[in-house]
């Protein structure tokens, strides 16, 4: 199989296992980054007292998950760049209220190439917190997320483990054969 195909023959089904929880967004554009998938997933949740017309409170939470794929070899360059496009134009996807707790952002990079050491330990220290208005108005977590295709590994920062879980089972061949 062509590498070429190879990366774009998993992408598409990165994103159809997106599919059934999250909003998928194919062929993308975020600055000069053309991105073959972005997915959004979207929860909120209420409590009442009584009656839904007493509402006591109500929090939204969501994640947010950016893909790009890198056909040539990674550099350090490219995966700061592609931070600083997705944190340039987050906050389109962030909800601006009170009600907003917590928004998980994925920066996800595919490659099939060799990744340098120091990349890899870069991806690995990468974690994020901002919080919004003191945190009254929630937080927002960033990783930096690394798919080889030539070893099948997946590379992100140790709290980030959980949300890389299934890309993990997918590449064991759980999922696809590649």
Not at 6 to 26: M, Q, W
């Amino acid at each position: 199989m062509n590498e070429a195909n190879k990366i774009s023959g998993f992408v598409n089904e990165l994103a159809n296992k997106y599919t059934p929880f999250f909003d998928v967004y194919r062929d993308e554009k975020l600055n000069d980054f053309s991105l073959p998938f972005m997915a959004i997933y979207k929860r909120r949740d209420e409590r009442y007292m009584i009656s839904k017309k007493i509402k006591v409170y109500g929090v939204e939470n969501q994640q947010l998950v950016f893909t790009s794929i890198c056909h040539n070899q990674i550099s350090i360059e490219h995966m700061q760049r592609f931070q600083k496009a997705v944190e340039e134009n987050m906050f389109e996807y962030i909800p601006d209220d009170n009600e907003h707790m917590s928004t998980i952002i994925l920066c996800i990079t595919v490659t099939d190439q060799q990744v340098d050491k120091t990349i890899i330990k870069e991806v690995k220290r990468f974690r994020k917190l901002k919080f919004l208005k003191f945190g009254f108005h929630g937080w927002i977590e960033m990783y930096k997320v690394l798919i080889n295709l030539k070893d099948y590994t997946v590379y992100v920062h140790p709290k980030g483990k959980p949300f890389v879980k299934s890309i993990e089972k997918l590449l064991k061949g759980e999922g696809i054969q590649l």
